[in-house]
């Protein structure tokens, strides 16, 4: 993945990585990924500014299932990388590390509940979060635990009547409240949000707190960090800028508010910092683009009442995202916010956009990995998970669209959860794509992390 | 041409007729009564009770029961029968039917069951129902006429959310004494909505809307001439009056 300023600091300091430069620059970017030492950072959308480029290019053709890696229980978390490993969680509750050249499993490091989050590789060390409310360190190595850190307990997202479920005064979990907080890592401190409503700041070494941001509600999103400040979505409906060092609030930003149904509003998405400008999702059908200093808004745009989860890409002056109803891959320009692609992806996008090279992967929740073409979005081909093909229970219509019809025959209760487990038994990709030396590994909800090349 | 029959031939000829009869009989088992079966959808078979029945005007009629997807007496649109098949839709039976709209597609086979498919989602899947009784076909009961006094334009607002909505409703008597109607809502965007069932009672009136599952429902006779209840949608219910728009006089009988 791309690697931002504190990454190539962190890159030189190692005796092999003097000439990295030199190398890098002969050899081309494919190449390149051999240059990076043991020690080089990962984390989730590639570094602290969460750009979402890959340094690795992606093929413009697919050839083959490389290897598929089976885990206990269905794969959101996005797969990190540490010297020949691919290192990830799957809600089986583990972290696991597998050798990316053979897709055996090198070490595997239990937690007390599902992995959801994204682990940040940095210095030797795996930072990850799991739903038994704790922050794990563990040696990259052999996944030994180094520490924990306890929050003061995971939950989902939960509202009155939410989405308009019924009996409407009954509190509901959100069922796509799939993802925890991955962790960032800057300057020894690791930085994560909470189903305890707190933005983290743990020391990386000794895992003692430092400082904790309170926010009215869950943080699921990933923080992103740019020049000192660390700026993260809540789903209350608000996005903060919180002073790195002292975890003071710089500014807050106010999103759509949904007092009815609680359905449009909420930063699921996860911010990119890029050029002075925070750019996020929410879940009140908008894409932001805010002034980093201040939190201006400086423009934004509507996406038709469809969620924005993913997390957006940029790259180029332009910003690339998706949507969740509408099932749309957009392309704006970073400076305006003007369309300048639409394609369909047919089903909802959670997956956050990784661009590679002039490909761009988009992990879609019917079960399909999308690789488009950067510069048109055309599609360029994409892989269906054998449980996507096989569609039982007739999950998607077919054309690829979930089936909503069978899938939602009421409001009542348990009814939208069962609809939206149904749902996610296709194989889909919430799971964001990492492209290694032209590789793609990606979960999916199947359970399995896929090598595709 | 012409051909004469031999006298000896008869008995079998009559013999070969009656087996003709039978056999057509046989082929065309009578659509009317309640079918059951499942349709053999991959890894989620679906149980279907089908009932279909001529109405006092000799038309066929039915509906649908869906266990476990939450349908029941769903009616059947354009429904066919013909000597050999039998066609339905199930539009009414999904909430937000895709396209193409949901349909049963089915021959009338020589065993008396009824075998074909179950089209959904643009997939298809082989389905057979079996006579299992008499038919018990769930008939919606038909929009009333509305009184003069009801007949018109009627404007309200509600609040959901904390956001004012404008309604505007309109309602007529067509023949053969059915009222219709059109509800407007004015709110962040504009939302016009047929009004597909009407039942005035002597205090009461409902109004539903199938398109968005919308109702509006209350008191007509009350003392100041306004519509007294509310709007129900879903889990949300909202205070609304119904006044005469302005210049919209009722209409005198």
């Known amino acids: 993945m791309r690697l931002h300023a504190h990454s190539l600091a962190s890159l030189f300091r190692h005796p092999f990585a003097r000439l990295a430069p030199h190398l890098c620059a002969l050899l081309g970017a494919t190449v390149a990924m051999f240059c990076l030492p043991a020690h080089a950072q990962f984390m989730f959308r590639g570094d602290a500014s969460h750009g979402g480029v890959s340094q690795s290019n992606a093929p413009r053709q697919f050839h083959r299932v490389k290897w598929t890696f089976p885990t206990g229980q269905r794969v959101v978390s996005s797969p990190s990388w540490y010297d020949g490993m691919i290192i990830f969680g799957s809600d089986d509750g583990n972290v696991y590390a597998v050798d990316a050249a053979t897709g055996r499993q090198r070490w595997m490091q239990r937690t007390e509940g599902p992995v959801s989050s994204t682990p940040a590789v940095v210095d030797g060390r795996v930072f990850v979060v799991s739903y038994d409310g704790r922050l794990y360190a563990l040696n990259a190595r052999n996944g030994e635990v180094l520490w924990k850190f306890a929050t003061e307990g995971e939950r989902r997202f939960e509202a009155r009547g939410l989405h308009g479920l019924q009996p409407r005064s009954q509190t509901y979990a959100d069922m796509y409240d799939v993802f925890l907080s991955s962790p960032l890592v800057v300057d020894g401190t690791v930085f994560f949000g909470s189903g305890d409503e707190n933005l983290y700041a743990v020391d990386a070494a000794s895992g003692n707190l430092k400082w904790k941001f309170h926010t009215g509600d869950v943080v699921h999103a990933s923080p992103a960090y740019a020049d000192g400040i660390v700026y993260v979505g809540s789903w209350d409906g608000r996005l903060y800028a919180v002073d790195a060092k002292r975890g003071q609030q710089r500014w807050v930003f106010q999103g759509g508010v949904d007092e009815l149904i609680h359905n449009q509003q909420g930063f699921q998405s996860s911010p990119a910092v890029a050029g002075g400008v925070v750019f996020s999702g929410c879940r009140d059908a908008h894409v932001y683009a805010l002034d980093a200093r201040t939190g201006e808004q400086k423009w934004n745009v509507a996406t038709g009442g469809s969620w924005v989860v993913s997390s957006p890409a940029i790259a180029d002056g332009r910003v690339y995202f998706a949507t969740s109803d509408s099932a749309l891959y957009q392309v704006v320009e970073a400076a305006t916010g003007k369309r300048l692609q639409e394609q369909q992806t047919k089903a909802y996008v959670f997956s956050s956009p990784t661009i590679a090279g002039d490909v761009v992967l988009v992990g879609v929740l019917n079960g399909t990995l999308q690789a488009r073409d950067k510069a048109s979005g055309a599609l360029l081909w994409e892989f269906q998970t054998d449980a996507s093909r096989a569609n039982r229970g007739w999950v998607l219509t077919a054309d690829r669209r979930f089936n909503n019809p069978l899938l939602f025959p009421s409001s009542w209760r348990e009814s939208a959860a069962l609809g939206a487990e149904r749902q996610m038994t296709v194989g889909s990709f919430f799971s964001t794509p990492l492209v290694m030396k032209g590789v793609i590994y990606v979960g999916s909800a199947d359970g399995n992390l896929y090598a595709l090349e | ?253």
């Open chain 2, 1 to 253: 041409m012409t051909h004469r029959v031999n006298f000896r031939f008869r008995p079998m000829l009559a013999l070969g007729s009656l087996l003709l009869v039978a056999t057509v009989a046989r082929s065309a088992p009578d659509p009317a009564g309640r079918w059951e079966g499942v349709a053999e959808i991959p890894g989620a078979p679906m149980r279907m009770i089908v009932d279909i029945a001529r109405d006092p005007q000799h038309k066929w009629v039915g509906s649908v029961i869906l266990p476990g997807l939450g349908v029941k007496g769903a009616p059947l649109n354009d429904l066919t029968v013909t000597d050999a098949a039998l066609h339905f839709g199930l539009t009414s039976a999904f909430s937000t039917p895709l396209e193409p709209a949901p349909a049963v597609r089915l021959a009338r086979r020589t065993d008396g069951t009824l075998a074909g498919e179950l089209h959904e989602g643009g997939h298809a899947a082989r389905l057979l129902l079996r006579r299992t009784g008499p038919s018990q076909v769930d008939i919606a009961p038909p929009s009333t006429a509305v009184s003069a006094a009801l007949e018109g334009k009627w404007v309200g607002r509600y609040e959901l959310g904390g956001h004012p909505r404008d309604v505007t409703l309109t309602l007529a008597n067509h023949p053969p004494g059915a009222a219709r109607g059109e509800i407007v809502v004015v709110g962040r965007r504009t939302t016009t909505l047929r009004v597909d069932h009407v039942v005035q009672g002597a205090e009461f009136i409902t109004l539903q809307s199938n398109q968005a599952g919308f109702r509006i429902e209350g008191r007509w006779a009350t003392a100041d001439g306004t519509i007294q209840g509310q709007m129900v949608q879903g889990p949300f219910e909202a205070t609304l009056v119904l006044h005469r728009a302005a210049g919209a006089e009722e209409k005198m009988p």
